[in-house]
């Protein structure tokens, strides 16, 4: 899937992929899509909220190994 922006948050502990993913997000616009790569198994429960609750599109999500990825559009 393409990507306007990647955000590397492995090896980050909850809350700081969603901080990281909010401050990232701010620097969008409307339609681009962030790509967050992540470690953190409560990311998964975590992105799926936060970005319901923003009003946001997660319009994938990868699991590989121990490696999560996302792809959320700004709404």
Do not use: Y
Not at 29 to 37: F, Y
């Amino acid at each position: 899937m393409n990507s306007d922006k990647v955000l590397d948050a492995k090896g980050l502990a909850c809350p700081m992929p969603i901080v990281k993913t909010r401050k990232e997000m701010k620097g969008l616009a409307s339609g681009q899509v962030l790509e967050i790569h992540a470690t953190d198994k409560g990311a998964k429960a975590d992105m799926t909220a936060w970005a319901k609750s923003g009003g946001h599109d997660l319009l994938e999500v990868q699991e590989d190994g121990g490696l999560l990825k996302f792809w959320i559009k700004k709404g």
